[in-house]
């Protein structure tokens, strides 16, 4: 079984020899775009007639395009897919439509972990152009926030602990199994009240902390994000980084969004032009995910 054309329809990152062997299933020849469309009228003539298309978290395929392009069976989302509400695609009315969305999970994790801790310890140490204290200081004792608990949020607090750190976590839902492995749940607000470092893992565009919980921060902390987009009012977050110049935030490419001419002009915002996950060895595994989305559906048919 093959669809009758594939078309990766942005940069989805995608990795040989997956990609090779994700353009034997399509029986046309696949059409494949390195760059990002600027508008629903530019996807929507690059779908064309494709039973399948493949996209990543940056192009928004909405209920207009998906009216529009009729032949649509399959959409796989390279991306991580967590809920109808924050995916890109509009799952809802792709279902009212007979399309099937297949997203992936946790193909981002590891490279994710080491990026934290690397710019933590680069903060902490003084080895780039910020230092966190005037003297160097180490992980060893320093209480760390994890807002999001999910497979990352559990990953960072493994890597935590094993620094020494004392690591707390904050979730909608109590995880009474990672307390019994010394991770110790605190409410929201007591949690930035406590932590010197706060790291959010949250579906995208999950806005978290108000001015409320920036009000109460921990001074001379770090708050960290690499979720997709910000999950913290921008105003509220601007009002912290300017009252508190002895805290730092870090931000991959993910974390800040759109908001990076505006956020460079703070000495206190650490903004990384990669997104932190995102490596060699992610796309790898992000390829091989998108790949068995696809002969498992062909399967199915």
Same mark, same amino acid.
């Given at each position: 079984?093959?669809?009758?054309?594939?078309?990766?329809?942005?940069?989805?990152?995608?990795?040989?020899?997956?990609?090779?062997?994700?353009?034997?299933?399509?029986?046309?020849?696949?059409?494949?775009?390195?760059?990002?469309? &600027?508008?629903?009228?530019?996807?929507?003539?690059?779908?064309?007639?494709?039973?399948?298309?493949?996209?990543?978290?940056?192009?928004?395929?909405?209920?207009?395009?998906? +009216?529009?392009?009729?032949?649509?069976?399959?959409?796989?989302?390279?991306? $991580?897919?967590? %809920?109808? $509400?924050? /995916?890109?695609?509009?799952?809802? &009315?792709?279902?009212?439509?007979?399309?099937?969305?297949? %997203?992936?999970?946790?193909?981002?994790?590891?490279?994710?972990?080491?990026?934290?801790?690397?710019?933590?310890?680069?903060?902490? *140490?003084?080895? @780039?152009?910020?230092?966190?204290?005037?003297?160097?200081?180490?992980?060893?004792?320093?209480?760390?926030?994890?807002?999001?608990?999910?497979?990352? @949020?559990?990953?960072?607090?493994?890597?935590?602990?094993?620094?020494?750190?004392?690591?707390?976590?904050?979730?909608?839902?109590?995880?009474?199994?990672?307390?019994?492995?010394?991770? +110790?749940?605190?409410?929201?607000?007591?949690?930035?009240?406590?932590?010197?470092?706060?790291?959010?893992?949250?579906?995208?565009?999950?806005?978290?902390?108000?001015?409320?919980?920036?009000?109460?921060?921990?001074?001379?902390?770090?708050?960290?994000?690499?979720?997709?987009?910000?999950?913290?009012? *921008? &105003?509220?977050?601007?009002?912290?980084?300017?009252?508190? *110049?002895?805290?730092? /935030?870090?931000?991959?490419? /993910? @974390?800040? %969004?759109?908001?990076?001419?505006?956020? $460079? %002009?703070?000495?206190?915002?650490?903004?990384?032009?990669?997104?932190?996950?995102?490596?060699? &060895?992610?796309?790898?595994?992000?390829?091989?995910?998108?790949?068995?989305?696809?002969?498992?559906?062909?399967?199915?048919?």
């Amino acid at each position: 079984m093959t669809f009758k054309k594939i078309t990766v329809v942005d940069n989805c990152g995608l990795a040989s020899p997956e990609m090779e062997k994700i353009s034997l299933l399509s029986e046309k020849a696949i059409s494949i775009y390195h760059d990002f469309p &600027e508008d629903e009228t530019e996807i929507i003539d690059r779908i064309g007639d494709s039973d399948c298309v493949l996209v990543s978290w940056q192009t928004k395929i909405t209920a207009e395009i998906l +009216s529009a392009c009729t032949s649509l069976k399959f959409i796989g989302m390279c991306c $991580s897919l967590y %809920g109808e $509400s924050s /995916a890109n695609v509009d799952i809802a &009315e792709a279902r009212k439509r007979g399309i099937e969305v297949k %997203g992936v999970r946790d193909y981002g994790d590891e490279g994710t972990v080491e990026f934290i801790f690397a710019q933590i310890i680069f903060l902490l *140490k003084g080895l @780039g152009k910020n230092k966190w204290r005037d003297e160097n200081t180490e992980l060893t004792n320093k209480s760390i926030g994890i807002i999001g608990l999910g497979t990352l @949020g559990q990953m960072v607090a493994k890597t935590a602990m094993h620094f020494g750190m004392n690591v707390f976590y904050f979730s909608r839902n109590r995880k009474y199994e990672v307390e019994n492995a010394g991770i +110790s749940f605190l409410p929201l607000n007591e949690l930035m009240e406590r932590c010197d470092i706060i790291t959010t893992h949250l579906p995208k565009n999950t806005i978290l902390l108000t001015e409320l919980e920036f009000k109460v921060k921990k001074r001379n902390s770090i708050l960290i994000n690499t979720s997709l987009g910000l999950t913290c009012e *921008k &105003e509220a977050f601007l009002n912290w980084i300017r009252n508190d *110049k002895t805290s730092f /935030a870090i931000l991959d490419a /993910a @974390g800040f %969004g759109t908001f990076a001419n505006e956020f $460079s %002009g703070y000495s206190n915002i650490i903004l990384a032009d990669q997104f932190a996950g995102f490596t060699s &060895e992610a796309k790898k595994r992000l390829s091989q995910k998108v790949l068995l989305n696809l002969t498992t559906y062909l399967e199915k048919e």
